[in-house]
């Protein structure tokens, strides 16, 4: 079946602008997370959904940073006002469990 | 707060060594414990998992880990590596009474020479 899918694969924006990335998740999986992959921080987690709830925003870098989930489906992780350090590499993964996750290929941020 | 520490940053085998790769982790309570591969150009894939019951988790690809309870580690094992084990390898906890959101190591690089 489809696994985890990720738009864009690669987006390069200027500092300041806003940016979406989109995660469609395993079909039928309940929970889905965001994480960021960096080179000075490894793999650092930013949001937890169950259904179209967020109970965990605990990783969320600063609030220039929100996340949404409609339908128990499709999330959109947004970055307002772009920053360098913004630059990373962001992971989507869904469960149906809570526990085993099954990762995307990830969305490639630079920003210039 | 919890963190999972691994030990090797960079490890460079010829084929057919054995391979060990540490994972600690400093958490007190109940863990759920995984190991994730990314080879090149590919998403992350998980490896093996452990959440309860026989310590010593057999995965894919000839990977196994050991659960070590008294000493918070999680260390993964092949006995013989191949080229095609070229990939970055990162240890992960959850805690149980959580979100089941992990926590990852810095990731260890494997290089296998042929």
């Known amino acids: 079946g489809a696994g985890v899918s990720q738009s864009p694969s690669n987006k390069v924006t200027e500092k300041g602008k806003d940016v979406e990335l989109r995660c469609d998740p395993i079909?039928?999986?309940?929970?889905l997370y965001w994480y960021r992959q960096s080179l000075g921080q490894g793999l650092e987690f930013l949001i937890y959904f169950q259904g179209n709830s967020a109970p965990d925003k605990s990783g969320l870098p600063s609030d220039r940073f929100s996340a949404e989930r409609t339908g128990g489906s499709v999330s959109t992780l947004t970055i307002q006002r772009t920053q360098q350090e913004d630059s990373a590499v962001y992971l989507c993964?869904?469960?149906?469990?809570?526990?085993?996750?099954?990762f995307g290929p990830g969305t490639r941020l630079t920003v210039t | 707060a919890q963190s999972v520490s691994q030990h090797n940053h960079h490890v460079i085998l010829s084929e057919a060594a054995s391979l060990e790769l540490g994972c600690n982790y400093s958490?007190?309570?109940?863990?759920?414990l995984f190991w994730y591969v990314q080879y090149p150009g590919q998403h992350l894939q998980l490896l093996l998992k452990y959440f309860s019951g026989d310590p010593l988790v057999k995965g894919i690809k000839g990977f196994e880990a050991e659960f070590i309870k008294s000493k918070f580690s999680f260390n993964l094992r092949k006995p013989s590596v191949q080229w095609s084990d070229t990939a970055e390898y990162f240890c992960a906890v959850s805690v149980s009474s959580n979100t089941g959101k992990l926590i990852f190591g810095q990731g260890t690089t494997l290089q296998v020479k042929p």
């Open positions: 079909s039928g999986h309940t929970a």
């Open positions: 993964a869904s469960s149906s469990t809570g526990y085993e996750q099954y």
């Open positions: 958490y007190g309570g109940t863990v759920n």
